[in-house]
């Protein structure tokens, strides 16, 4: 069987190993040692950090497209995956 892709490739989540700028609200911050959500948008643009209560509010908005595409092709979500 081949390999899945990857569509989220360009998203991870790290600790910062120093003060960041949040991209979401000017003159936020996210504190060295914090945890944040870490986009790529494209390769020649830096990655674009983003502190827990922005990221939540596009990870909500990104789960909401996902069900949407599900419903779509006519496929149930994962169980595991608890979209509604």
């Known amino acids: ?6 569509i989220l490739v360009h998203v991870r989540v790290e600790q910062a190993e120093r003060q960041r ?4 609200g000017a003159g936020k911050f996210i504190s060295k040692g914090q945890m944040c959500m ?9 990655d674009c950090s983003y502190g827990v209560e922005p990221a939540k509010a ?4 990104a789960w909401v497209k996902l069900g949407t595409l599900y419903n779509a092709l006519g496929l149930a979500p994962p169980a595991s995956g608890g979209m509604a």
């Open 1 to 6: 069987m081949p390999k899945v892709r990857d």
């Open 21 to 24: 700028k949040c991209r979401r």
């Open 38 to 46: 870490v986009v790529k948008t494209n390769p020649t643009n830096d």
């Open 58 to 61: 596009m990870l909500d908005a």
